[in-house]
């Protein structure tokens, strides 16, 4: 099993549906997409800094604004399936489908997960993964990062991921990989061939081995 996070900035690039044409074409019944925020994120964010409310009604803001980001991936394709508990998520792999992540039930009910703009769609998606016992994750990003291994305090670094993701990332036991938005055809490659390579994989900081060199983020 394959836990793909799809962020807002292929919305903003339009490459949404190359993506998701992928998924649903190549994951059935192996990917479980997880939506970021996309452009519904960012108008709780100015809201925000408008009207000042504090930090857990953003929170919980954002896990819908996620949740309508992944609804409107579902409306785009028929052949993606809205899925928020793990039963269901099981279910629809088991059918040969692609579900779509809905975070706010399941997110509501964790003890785990604080109340926070430190933990975005990245630590969702790899608490996810890690609940799922997947094999991999994969992250959907607009930064370009030299293929091969890059050490995970590099990506904390350059916010390439979120601050809280180190932490829900660390038990978790498969691969964790970036790819760039215009990786989908590496991603296509992977999903036939079980084979991941031209992409950039984390690397934990207990790994030994030279250091990488500091990955550049897409403006």
Do not use: N
């Not at 925000?48 to 394709?77: C, I, K, N, P, V």
């Not at 509501?108 to 990245?122: G, K, L, R």
């Amino acid at each position: 099993m394959w836990v793909v996070k799809l962020g807002g900035s292929l919305a903003d690039r339009g490459e949404l549906d190359h993506w998701l044409d992928i998924l649903a074409c190549y994951g059935g019944g192996e990917a479980v997409i997880v939506p970021g925020g996309g452009p519904f994120a960012d108008q709780i964010r100015e809201a925000q800094g408008r009207w000042g409310f504090d930090d857990g009604a953003a929170h919980a803001m954002a896990l819908r604004a996620m949740e309508q980001y992944g609804l409107m991936m579902t409306g785009l394709r028929s052949d993606l399936v809205p899925a928020a508990t793990t039963a269901e998520l099981h279910r629809t792999r088991e059918q040969a489908q692609v579900p779509v992540w809905l975070p706010v039930a399941p997110v509501a009910t964790a003890q785990d997960i604080p109340a926070s703009w430190s933990v975005t769609s990245d630590s969702l998606a790899a608490w996810l993964a890690r609940k799922l016992a997947a094999e991999r994750l994969v992250l959907v990003k607009a930064a370009e990062l030299t293929p091969g291994a890059v050490h995970l305090a590099k990506l904390t670094e350059h916010e390439v991921v979120d601050p809280a993701f180190p932490d829900f990332v660390a038990d978790f036991r498969g691969e964790t990989w970036v790819f760039h938005t215009q990786q989908g055809k590496l991603l296509q490659q992977a999903l036939y061939s079980g084979i991941c390579h031209g992409a950039a994989r984390v690397r934990a900081p207990s790994s030994d081995g030279p250091s990488e060199e500091s990955p550049t983020v897409d403006a």
